[in-house]
């Protein structure tokens, strides 16, 4: 094929196209046949500097391309021949996304220079690192399972690059660098992606560990698992597009209600976030936050307990007044309100004292036919439970209750064991006066906000942003999982706490790494569809210096575009692997 410059005999003009050129059989001379129409030249230089140099080389790389694809190898094969024992051919190609991101986030160079600054270690304490994110995202497990099948990524295959011992000492190493790396990832999402901090989102999550005894930071807890072992708990910040911005860890035994403050502190002062609104559940509406948030300028958008609220509260909620209907099963009030929170103040020796301070709020309620579904088929579980635990108290925990023990009168819990037990001279019965009052709130839901629909706002954050808002913490409920089951951060089996604070920096990296793949592939795909696709991109030894590829999907394509990566090649030589390998890292 070759670029064909045609004048037009009328009007002069240039068109350009890629023509072929052939010769029918008999015939004395060749023809040419046109492939692609690129235009006239006069229109084509407004667009480009040099639109002939532009187009010889879209031309001589369709040629390349072409070429590549006609070329044959010749590959001699024994009929007989067996595979040896503990033979894997197997390679994992996929990962060079994952390289691609980490050498963007700047990983790498930062690891190697703290590194020479810092330790004694001598391995390359990078690509361990590499590695532990890989296998944490590709085939999760513990550090040994990522050792044994670190032959699977061509980035890996010396066996004296490091060795398993060189894994746990590094862990470590990587704990110190906990707060450095989780900034040094915001800044290089800030000018590699852009990121707007205008909402963060805010939760706490918790770790479990099959252990029982506690030490300085795994401690027994409220579980979101329902389990009595020690826990560790993770407070985790997040911007609108499911990013992680930071996270800290702290004792299981810790009230997460102490947690956003720092958080947001951190955020204003080291993540240049400017003015924000902080977005969290229930568990952080307190009077110490709201005042802080509010004496600081900043937003919130808080959920709002009904059934834990004033009795002026639930009157309100109750009240039919104010409420306007959307449909048939929706509908909604709001207000705004001067309410006396409870605010903890330090005197100068050390002690606290509370006193009583006035803010104004905004409160949103809305009734739904949908939640209040929801709410009496979960109360229907809770109540069976309840029963059950009834007429056989020493066979249930505390744990193993699911939220039955509010509907149970007389019931006691061995603060040390979670054993239910009857309170003494009493029997246990049912509380039916409890299940009446929860019915009466079943569907209503509550959030309140410092955030006014006035001023400046006017027009901006009107009930309908405030609630869309709010159910943005679905995408951290959803980070959450994704560190639970597709990364398995949990359950632990470290037991110091550097190498726990390690392993959740690991995964956390692989956390923003899928997140990251997720936001370039136009949120196209759950990640953990992501994840299966990149384990996908496999290949086999085929010999003569080929690997073969046998899988294509939809997935697979809508990364390569995203990455700008060929995977739609059958077959490569490790030639070719290690070079495009070797780009990514110039990224």
């Known amino acids: 094929m070759f670029l064909k410059c045609t004048p037009n005999k009328k009007t002069g003009r240039i068109h350009l196209s890629m023509a072929h050129s052939y010769r029918e059989k008999g015939e004395k001379y060749p023809k040419t046949k046109s492939i692609e129409s690129f235009g006239y030249l006069d229109e084509l230089k407004k667009i480009y500097d040099d639109p002939i140099a532009h187009f010889e080389k879209y ?3 369709c040629n390349l391309k072409e070429k590549q694809e006609a070329a044959e190898y010749t590959i001699v094969a024994k009929k007989n021949q067996r595979l040896k024992e503990n033979t894997s051919n197997r390679k994992n190609y996929g990962y060079i996304i994952i390289m691609k991101l980490f050498y963007m986030l700047g990983l790498d160079q930062f690891i190697i220079n703290r590194q020479h600054r810092s330790t004694k270690i001598k391995c390359n304490t990078s690509a361990i690192m590499k590695l532990l994110v890989i296998s944490r995202i590709l085939s999760p497990g513990s550090k040994k399972k990522a050792f044994e099948e670190k032959g ?15 894994i746990y000492r590094s862990l470590s190493f990587f704990a110190k660098l906990a707060k450095d790396i989780q900034l040094l990832i915001h800044n290089r999402i800030m000018k590699n992606f852009g990121r707007d901090l205008s909402l963060i989102y805010y939760d706490v999550t918790n770790y479990y560990f099959e252990i029982d005894k506690e030490d300085n930071i795994r401690k027994k807890g409220v579980s979101k698992e329902h389990r009595p072992d020690p826990i560790v708990q993770m407070g985790l910040a997040m911007d609108a597009e499911g990013l992680p911005i930071s996270y800290e860890l702290f004792p299981g035994n810790e009230s997460e209600k102490l947690h956003l403050r720092p958080m947001v502190r951190e955020l204003l002062s080291k993540f240049e976030s400017g003015k924000l609104i902080a977005v969290a559940d229930a568990a952080q509406n307190t009077g110490n936050n709201i005042y802080y948030l509010d004496k600081g300028k900043q937003g919130y958008v808080f959920s709002q307990s009904i059934r834990g609220g004033s009795k002026k509260f639930k009157e309100y909620v109750l009240d039919p007044k104010g409420y306007a209907w959307f449909g048939k099963e929706y509908m909604r009030k709001s207000s705004v309100v001067r309410r006396v929170i409870k605010v903890e103040f330090t005197r100068q020796d050390g002690t606290t004292h509370k006193k009583d301070v006035t803010v104004d709020q905004r409160q949103i309620i809305f009734y739904s036919e949908k939640y209040a579904v929801r709410a009496r088929s979960k109360r229907a579980a809770a109540i069976a439970k309840a029963q059950k635990i009834i007429k ?10 699911h939220g039955a023990l509010k509907y149970i009168n007389n019931v006691e819990v061995d603060k040390e064991t979670g054993e239910i037990k009857e309170a003494k001279d009493t029997v246990l019965s049912f509380n039916w006066d409890q299940v009446a009052e929860d019915e009466k709130y079943d569907g209503y839901y509550a959030i309140v906000t410092n955030v006014f629909n006035d001023g400046e706002n006017k027009g901006k954050f009107d009930d309908d942003k405030i609630i869309e808002i709010y159910r943005g913490l679905w995408l951290i409920e959803d980070s959450f999982r994704i560190s639970k089951h597709e990364l398995e951060t949990r359950p632990m089996y470290l037991s110091r706490e550097d190498r726990i604070n390690a392993h959740v920096l690991i995964c956390y990296i692989a956390l923003v790494i899928l997140r990251l793949i997720q936001k370039l592939t136009e949120h196209k795909h759950s990640t953990a569809k992501l994840a299966e696709a990149m384990n996908e991109i496999s290949c086999s030894y085929e010999g003569g210096n080929l690997f073969l590829f046998d899988r294509r999907s939809e997935v697979i394509d809508d990364l390569g575009r995203a990455f700008e990566i060929d995977f739609s090649m059958q077959r490569l030589t490790r030639g070719d692997i290690k070079k495009n390998i070797g780009a990514v890292k110039k990224s």
Do not use: G, H, I, W
């Open 152 to 166: 699977r990524y061509f980035d890996f295959e010396k066996e004296d690059a490091f060795k398993l011992v060189d």
């Open 59 to 61: 031309v001589a790389d």
């Open 392 to 401: 056989n108290p020493s066979a249930y925990t505390k744990a193993m209750s």
